[in-house]
C-alpha cells in the first residue's frame, strides 16, 4: 500500500514559482509512476505531467511545457513538481498520485493535495 | 484526447439507477478509468480498463463501453454516491480527465 504526503498549502504572488514535494513511502519508489494533478475550484482536473524514476523518464503537458518541472530524490522517496512565472489561474489544488503499475494513470494511490493560492 | 462527460449534474433519489457518459474524441480501446470525488478530498479510483471494479469498491458500481463511448452505472444510489465522477483518458500523453458529473440526491 504507497502512501503519498505532499507538502503544505502555499501562497504566492504572481511571477514568482512555487515547488511543491510529495513524499512516498510503502511502495518500490524508483518504479512507481507518479502524475502531477491539479484541480481549479471550478473542478476541473488537469494532468500536468509525470515521472518514472527507474527510466529517468520525465513527461510534461504541453500546456505546462517550459513552466514546469518535476523531478525526483531517490534518497529521500520524494518527487517535486516546480511551477514558475505564476498566475492568478495557477491558483488550485495540486496533487501527486501513482498506482501499481508501469504507466501513468488509473492511480489509486493519491496524495491528500496541496493548496497554491497565487494572489 | 477530449472526454466529454454527460450529463454534468444528475439530480436523483436513494435506490435511483445512474448512468454517466463519457465520449472520447478519438478511439481509446479500453484505457479508460473512473474516478469518484468528495468534497475536499483527492478523488478515488473506481475502475480501471472501462470495466474493472477496482478492490473494496462496491459491486453497484459498474464500468463499460470500448472505442470512443464509455458508460459508468451506480444500480441502486445509495447516501455515500453522491460525489462528482471522472473519466480519465490513459491512451495518450497528456493523460485528459472528462468534465465531471455531479450527482446530488433529488
Known amino acids: 500500500q504507497v502512501q503519498l504526503v505532499q507538502s503544505g498549502t502555499e501562497l504566492k504572488k504572481p511571477g514568482s514559482s512555487v515547488k511543491v514535494s510529495c513524499k512516498a513511502s510503502?511502495?518500490?519508489?524508483?518504479?512507481?509512476?507518479i502524475s502531477w494533478i491539479r484541480q481549479t475550484s471550478g473542478q476541473d482536473l488537469e494532468w500536468m505531467g509525470g515521472?518514472?524514476?527507474?527510466?529517468?523518464?520525465?513527461n510534461y503537458a504541453e500546456s505546462f511545457q517550459g513552466r514546469v518541472t518535476i523531478s525526483a530524490d531517490e534518497s529521500t522517496n520524494t518527487t517535486y513538481m516546480e511551477l514558475t512565472s505564476l498566475r492568478s489561474e495557477d491558483t488550485a489544488v495540486y496533487y501527486c498520485?501513482?498506482?501499481?503499475?508501469?504507466?501513468?494513470?488509473?492511480?489509486?494511490?493519491w496524495g491528500q493535495g496541496t493548496l497554491v493560492t497565487v494572489s | 484526447i477530449q472526454l466529454t462527460q454527460t450529463p454534468s449534474f444528475q439530480s436523483s433519489s436513494i435506490g435511483d439507477r445512474v448512468t454517466i457518459t463519457c465520449r472520447a474524441s478519438?478511439?481509446?480501446?479500453?484505457?479508460l478509468a473512473w474516478y469518484q470525488q468528495k468534497p475536499g478530498k483527492a478523488p478515488k479510483l473506481l475502475i480501471s480498463?472501462?470495466?474493472t471494479l477496482q478492490s473494496g469498491v462496491p459491486s453497484r458500481f459498474s464500468g463499460s463501453g470500448s472505442g470512443t463511448e464509455f458508460t459508468l452505472t451506480i444500480n441502486s444510489l445509495q447516501p455515500e454516491d453522491f460525489a462528482t465522477y471522472y473519466c480519465?483518458?490513459?491512451?495518450?500523453?497528456?493523460?485528459?480527465f472528462g468534465g465531471g458529473t455531479k450527482v446530488e440526491i433529488k
Open positions: 515521472i518514472i524514476p527507474i527510466l529517468h523518464l520525465v
Open positions: 480519465q483518458q490513459l491512451t495518450s500523453h497528456p493523460l485528459t
Open positions: 478519438q478511439g481509446i480501446n479500453s484505457y
Open positions: 480498463d472501462a470495466s
Open positions: 510503502g511502495g518500490t519508489f524508483s518504479r512507481l509512476p
Open positions: 498520485a501513482t498506482n501499481s503499475g508501469t504507466e501513468y494513470g488509473a492511480d489509486d494511490f
